[in-house]
């Protein structure tokens, strides 16, 4: 089942994240996120506008993502949006991934955007392959920019018109 995220799920929504952080392959962050940082976080996102939606199995979150403003304030960008999305790793490659950005697009007209980006790693095959399923097109790189405790990758931004 797919809802809109509410408070309750942070803490899980955050542990998911910080298993994303230690893989040092889907996240440039390099050290955990407090939960006080996620709870910002979510308040930043208006769930009319930049909702965050879980994917729940057995009435547990095992998965979210997030649509959030691309430069946000810049009046003309308001379109465009920056989709996030992370699953618990017990469940990685069952699909979850595909059914919320599935999800996301179905319901793209309903939160008026038409442009979706991802800003990922180039070391997040898994990402790579989600989104090129989706018709996603790389639009650019930042070469080797990321500094994963001396591990260097790009930057990448898939992205595609809707």
Same mark, same amino acid.
């Given at each position: ?8 799920? $942070?803490? #899980? ?5 910080? #298993? ?5 392959? *889907? ?6 996120? *407090? ?21 729940? #199995? ?7 993502? *997030? ?26 490659? #069952?699909? +979850? ?7 996301? =697009? ?7 955007? *038409?442009?979706?980006?991802?800003? $990922? ?6 990402? +790579?392959?989600? $989104? ?12 080797? +920019?990321?500094? =994963? ?12 018109? +809707?």
């Amino acid at each position: 089942m797919i809802r809109l995220a509410k408070t309750r799920d $942070l803490i #899980q929504i955050n542990r998911i994240y910080n #298993q994303a952080v230690e893989t040092r392959t *889907s996240t440039a962050d390099l050290e955990p996120v *407090s939960i006080k940082d996620r709870i910002a976080w979510f308040d930043e996102h208006d769930e009319n506008k930049y909702p965050v939606f879980v994917f729940e #199995q057995d009435e547990k979150t095992v998965g979210w993502i *997030s649509v959030s403003p691309y430069r946000k304030g810049r009046r003309a960008l308001d379109h465009v949006v920056e989709v996030s999305y992370y699953i618990e790793r017990e469940f990685l490659r #069952q699909g +979850i991934g595909t059914k919320l950005m599935e999800y996301v =697009l179905e319901h793209a007209s309903e939160y008026q955007f *038409s442009v979706v980006l991802c800003i $990922l790693l180039e070391l997040n095959i898994g990402s +790579i392959k989600l $989104l090129e399923k989706f018709n996603f097109e790389k639009w650019g790189e930042f070469p080797d +920019i990321v500094n =994963l405790d001396g591990k260097i990758c790009s930057h990448l931004i898939y992205g595609k018109k +809707i």
